[in-house]
């Protein structure tokens, strides 16, 4: 079973690891590198045991567009979104046995090395869910 693996971030987070200042941590060169090498190790370690499908991060929310229906018309709003409001970040996608084994590889995230006071100590989490083949699997 394949297992979609989704990690959030806001507008403020982009700006922390481009080093911009902000009203929180700002990660230093070496924090960025050590975040960027321990996702290098896990995507490998996930490639090497076979489990590995996709994965992609994805461009700051200042880059989103936000297509919403009003009053029966698409009504297209531009990033970014007010600096603390998550979106989605990136994703991985995994092929394996269990919902728990996805779960388990998903948790290993909370590893993620990050500077003291970075939101990773606060309020991180990930979410992992099923990816449907097709209509017949769709359930409640």
Same mark, same amino acid.
């Given at each position: 079973m394949k297992y979609m693996i989704m990690m959030y971030g806001s507008q403020r987070d982009y700006d922390m690891l481009a080093g911009? $200042?902000?009203?929180?941590?700002?990660? !230093? %060169?070496?924090?960025? %590198?050590?975040?960027? %090498?321990?996702?290098? !190790?896990w995507n490998k370690d996930l490639a090497e045991s076979g489990e590995f499908v996709d994965g992609q991060g994805l461009a700051a929310p200042v880059h989103a567009r936000r297509i919403r229906l009003r009053n029966g018309a698409p009504v297209v709003t531009d990033g970014p979104y007010p600096e603390?409001?998550?979106v989605l970040a990136g994703y991985t996608i995994v092929e394996c046995e269990s919902f728990d084994r996805a779960t388990a590889i998903a948790a290993r995230l909370a590893d993620t090395?990050? $500077?003291?006071?970075?939101?990773?100590? &606060?309020?991180?989490?990930?979410?992992? &869910?099923?990816?449907?083949g097709g209509y017949d699997e769709l359930e409640a």
């Amino acid at each position: 079973m394949k297992y979609m693996i989704m990690m959030y971030g806001s507008q403020r987070d982009y700006d922390m690891l481009a080093g911009k $200042p902000t009203d929180t941590v700002t990660w !230093s %060169a070496e924090d960025v %590198a050590a975040m960027h %090498a321990f996702m290098e !190790s896990w995507n490998k370690d996930l490639a090497e045991s076979g489990e590995f499908v996709d994965g992609q991060g994805l461009a700051a929310p200042v880059h989103a567009r936000r297509i919403r229906l009003r009053n029966g018309a698409p009504v297209v709003t531009d990033g970014p979104y007010p600096e603390t409001q998550e979106v989605l970040a990136g994703y991985t996608i995994v092929e394996c046995e269990s919902f728990d084994r996805a779960t388990a590889i998903a948790a290993r995230l909370a590893d993620t090395p990050h $500077p003291e006071g970075a939101a990773l100590n &606060r309020e991180w989490y990930v979410d992992v &869910r099923p990816v449907v083949g097709g209509y017949d699997e769709l359930e409640a």
